[in-house]
């Protein structure tokens, strides 16, 4: 029994709007007569962090693929000129990167530039100028002649957004893009990409398994449950303890702490030791 | 904040960077430069060794004679100047092209399969070329147009379905390492078995002759041999080179890669075919040579960098150095009789890979 609820999103925006970076129409994925995306409609605006939440199998992944295009979809997916997105428009941070053994930073930072190359597939001075201006900019340059396989799970993290600001996208998806670190480097990665969407302009599409941190980073959030949005709006508006709590089938609190929203699971009643067997 | 742990580097920043940008760029100038002295030096070691020994300073004479609108007074006697020009020097350039192709072929196998094992000889790609170039060799369909032959063309064939059937037995069974040489393996053992029945049925005469040219060996008679390769290393030298780029791209992973903007199908298409177009060509001048396609492109990693973009143009170099050296032993180690070339590069090339499977074994669990 899924809970079907719209938070109210009326009136909480500005009824004037750029054109969209990003828009989604009726994205459906199926795999194997399994819909797994069941129509999912979106429009990210220019600068804006849109968070999509949602439980384990939600969908959340295999939505975000479908718009790089790696998963067939039916439905429209578009640019805000209208154009479908290709590798020169929408940058994805996966979630489980493949760090290749033996690549260097730079190399793999490098790669970034593939779909900006010619016919001969070399790089020209201008895309080894954006890589190290790049290394520059997320300070990893002490990092640059180091193997991508010997970093820690924060650098590599680092590194992968390298890579993705070297495509030079004005759209920027992350896949659980935390989901490997510390806190402190949760709290790193998210900042930086907070800080890119705001000197850079980057529209930022991320799925987030870290509740708090969505409320903190993103101005609106999706809730997906079985492939379908169940809410959308405000964290404020869809972070809901008992919505929250039948999605993710456990029960679940929000609490406002210094102003910001924490997510937490709802302390645990603690079940009587079972009596021994006779 | 300062840190009294990290030393303060000398270079600002933004030259660190673009500095490491460059060396991720760049080609190893260097390691091309030592390769080039290092080919040309065993070339000329290959040139004045034999039962005829020819003068170092002769044949450099010759040679530079040989440039048009250098005139130096070639100190060789025509006999000399014969062996030179018709036996030694075609016989030297084929072992090199070979060489070349063998280690160009290999790395892009390694590089598309994103397997470091495989090698046009463990793929069966060699065993399927040698069964089409055997048809075409042993059964009359050797016939040929102008530089083009029929031999390269059926071996071309043979190697396509041998690379493409490996392909398949890897996909059914997962994408390990392993599967895809036990798919070679499998296909090796069915194109071989094909081979030996098609030898059985040619004449005693011919069959010697086959057999002979099936266990690696350089034999030239003049440039025809190089005549018939080097349009194919030309063309699918360069094919590969330009996807050099693509095949680090793939390192990444197919998903990966393509929301990188490649499309992995294409590029990995392009480059089978490419790789297996110069393998065939390769084996139909000169039999199953095993192992130069495993082990070149180890030793540039090794050495160099495990970037194609410098693997590629590297292993042409280092394989055309190794088979121009091996060559030298397959010449003068049992003269005046001669050891298939084959048969030296497996001595190496078995150990190697056997090495090769050890050590991988240990880092990868």
Redesign the interface.
């Known amino acids: 029994m899924s809970p079907v609820l719209t938070a109210s999103t009326q009136g909480s925006e500005s009824a004037i709007r750029s054109a969209p970076a990003l828009s989604c129409r009726d994205v459906r994925v199926s795999f194997r007569d399994q819909e797994v995306v069941c129509g999912v409609n979106l429009e990210l605006d220019t600068g804006q962090w849109l968070g999509i939440i949602g439980p384990n199998g939600a969908g959340k992944s295999t939505f975000l693929?479908s718009i790089?295009?790696?998963a067939d979809y039916s439905g429209a997916i578009a640019l805000g000129d209208g154009r479908t997105p290709?590798?020169?428009d929408v940058?994805?941070v996966?979630q489980a990167?493949?760090m290749?053994?033996?690549?260097?930073?730079?190399?793999y930072?490098?790669?970034?530039r593939?779909?900006?190359?010619g016919w001969?597939?070399?790089?020209s001075r201008a895309d080894?100028?954006i890589?190290?201006?790049v290394?520059?900019r997320l300070?990893?340059?002490?990092f640059?002649?180091r193997f991508v396989s010997t970093l820690s799970g924060g650098e590599a993290q680092q590194v992968v957004v390298a890579?993705a600001l070297a495509?030079q996208c004005p759209v920027l998806l992350l896949d659980e893009p935390t989901s490997a670190l510390d806190l402190g480097h949760q709290v790193s990665v998210l900042e930086l990409v907070d800080d890119l969407r705001r000197t850079e302009g980057l529209s930022v599409l991320a799925a987030m398994h870290d509740l708090s941190a969505a409320a903190r980073f993103a101005d609106r959030l999706i809730l997906i449950d079985h492939g379908r949005i169940v809410a959308e709006g405000r964290p404020a508006a869809v972070l809901q303890p008992d919505l929250l709590s039948a999605v993710y089938g456990t029960p679940l609190t929000v609490q406002p702490i210094d102003g910001e929203l924490v997510v937490l699971p709802e302390p645990r009643r603690r079940a009587k030791p079972p009596k021994e067997a006779p | 904040m300062a840190d009294a742990s990290l030393p303060t580097t000398a270079l600002p920043?933004?030259d660190?960077?673009?500095s490491?940008?460059?060396?991720?760029?760049g080609m190893s100038i260097g390691a091309a430069v030592v390769g080039v002295v290092v080919l040309v030096a065993v070339g000329l070691f290959s040139a004045t060794s034999g039962a005829a020994g020819l003068p170092v300073k002769g044949v450099l004479g010759a040679l530079f004679d040989w440039v048009p609108l250098i005139g130096v007074d070639s100190s060789l006697s025509t006999t000399q100047e014969n062996i030179l020009f018709e036996i030694r020097l075609p016989r030297l350039v084929l072992g090199m092209l070979v060489g070349g192709s063998l280690g160009v072929a290999g790395a892009s196998y390694q590089g598309v399969f994103r397997n470091p094992l495989a090698d046009p000889y463990l793929l069966g790609v060699s065993a399927g070329a040698g069964f089409g170039a055997v048809l075409a060799l042993g059964f009359g369909l050797d016939l040929s147009w102008g530089p083009f032959d029929t031999v390269p063309a059926a071996a071309f064939a043979g190697a396509l379905v041998a690379v493409l059937a490996s392909m398949a037995i890897a996909r059914g069974g997962g994408a390990s390492p392993a599967t895809l040489l036990l798919g070679g393996v499998a296909m090796a053992a069915l194109f071989s078995a094909a081979q030996t029945y098609a030898i059985q049925q040619l004449n005693e005469t011919r069959a010697r002759e086959v057999l002979s040219w099936l266990f690696g060996q350089l034999n030239t008679t003049g440039w025809k041999q190089v005549g018939i390769l080097l349009p194919y290393v030309v063309v699918c030298g360069v094919v590969l080179f330009?996807?050099r780029?693509?095949l680090?791209?793939l390192?990444?992973?197919d998903?990966?890669?393509?929301?990188?903007?490649?499309d992995p199908a294409r590029s990995r298409l392009v480059v089978i075919v490419a790789a297996s177009l110069l393998t065939a060509a390769a084996v139909s001048v000169s039999g199953l040579i095993a192992f130069v396609g495993l082990v070149v492109p180890h030793i540039v990693?090794l050495l160099i960098?495990?970037?194609y973009r410098v693997i590629v143009p590297l292993s042409a170099l280092v394989g055309a150095t190794f088979l121009a050296f091996v060559d030298i032993g397959a010449r003068t180690l049992l003269a005046p009789s001669e050891l298939p070339v084959g048969v030296i590069t497996a001595f190496v090339g078995a150990p190697f890979f056997a090495v090769v499977l050890w050590r991988d074994r240990w880092s990868t669990t």
């Open positions: 693929r790089v295009g790696l290709g590798a020169a940058a994805l996966p990167p493949i290749p053994k033996g690549m260097t930073v730079a190399e930072v490098l790669l970034g593939t779909a900006h190359l001969l597939a070399r790089e080894r100028e890589a190290s201006s290394l520059n300070e990893l340059t002490a640059a002649d890579r495509q | 920043d933004a660190a960077a673009h490491a940008v460059r060396r991720a760029f330009i996807h780029r693509h680090d791209v390192r990444v992973g998903d990966e890669a393509r929301s990188l903007g490649l990693r960098s495990h970037s």
